[in-house]
């Protein structure tokens, strides 16, 4: 009579082992996908920030044919194609994202950066027109001073530069465009504020030790700025402050600071060699 009992009771245990076999399964397949979730999403950090472009656009089509109703995806292709010089591809990818339902304000300040990136102006200013007012980032801004620089609607530009460089604790960048802005407008001594302002934010920015030259030579001004430099710095900077004195028609000034920077830099500076000859 024990028998069956104890065969019940064997039963019994087998179906709970059964099921907590089964439970113990599902919970090992969730960790699983959940630590495969933080590896991706590490992976992909790596791919947007050290990782080389091309591999990173591989990486994200790849992934993405594999779940492509993921967004996170599409931003990850989109940013990588931006990092390999392919803006077209990545403005298609943005407009995509936008157009699914998915894209947020950030995804259309993307897609219009990528459009200037691409050279397409019109679009970009619609692109930006669609974002509502009250999305305002340090990006978005930059973006609206580049789109009315090249309307040249300077009012809307200096407007739209100063508050993007309020948004932002790094605005050596967007200071520096504000200052070439003034500079291709011919407001030469608004620019080299604007480029001394800048390297005071970044002192490493080559860009801005150039355009501050270029400005102090439209106004004559032919001494080298006190600024942070190095000795192949110094010898660069003297060669464009050598070429805008030629160009005011200050033809020997310019050679004496052309034959400067020959002098000056560590190495043979060829580009600068070149024009000492022509001048002589």
């Not at 082992?17 to 495969?36: F, H, M, S």
């Not at 931003?75 to 990818?93: F, H, M, T, Y």
């Not at 605005?171 to 407001?187: D, I, Q």
Request: with cysteine; proline share 4%; glycine share 6%.
């Amino acid at each position: 009579m024990r028998h069956p009992a104890l065969f019940a009771l064997c039963l019994g245990g087998m179906a709970a082992l059964a099921g907590c076999g089964r439970n113990t399964d599902a919970e090992v397949d969730k960790v699983i996908k959940d630590v495969n979730v933080i590896d991706e999403s590490n992976l992909s950090d790596i791919m947007l920030t050290v990782g080389d472009p091309n591999e990173a656009v591989t990486y994200f089509s790849n992934t993405l044919q594999q779940n492509p109703g993921r967004a996170d995806l599409r931003r990850g292709l989109a940013k990588s194609l931006v990092r390999a010089n392919r803006p077209q591809d990545a403005a298609e990818i943005w407009a995509a994202l936008v157009n699914s339902g998915q894209g947020t304000n950030d995804d259309r300040v993307s897609y219009a950066d990528a459009l200037i990136r691409a050279n397409d102006w019109a679009t970009a200013e619609a692109v930006l027109t669609q974002i509502p007012p009250t999305h305002e980032t340090y990006e978005r801004y930059r973006l609206e001073a580049m789109v009315a620089d090249s309307r040249k609607d300077w009012r809307k530009a200096d407007s739209f530069y100063e508050i993007a460089s309020g948004l932002t604790t790094k605005p050596a960048s967007v200071l520096n465009n504000w200052g070439f802005s003034k500079l291709t407008r011919g407001e030469y001594g608004g620019a080299e504020k604007l480029f001394i302002e800048a390297l005071t934010y970044d002192p490493t920015l080559f860009t801005a030790k150039n355009n501050l030259v270029l400005a102090r030579g439209a106004q004559r001004k032919y001494d080298m700025p006190v600024v942070q430099m190095n000795q192949t710095e110094r010898a660069e900077l003297l060669y464009t402050l050598g070429l805008a004195a030629v160009k005011q028609g200050d033809v020997s000034v310019g050679r004496a600071l052309i034959e400067e920077s020959v002098e000056t830099h560590p190495q043979h500076f060829e580009a600068a060699a070149r024009a000492l000859e022509a001048l002589k």
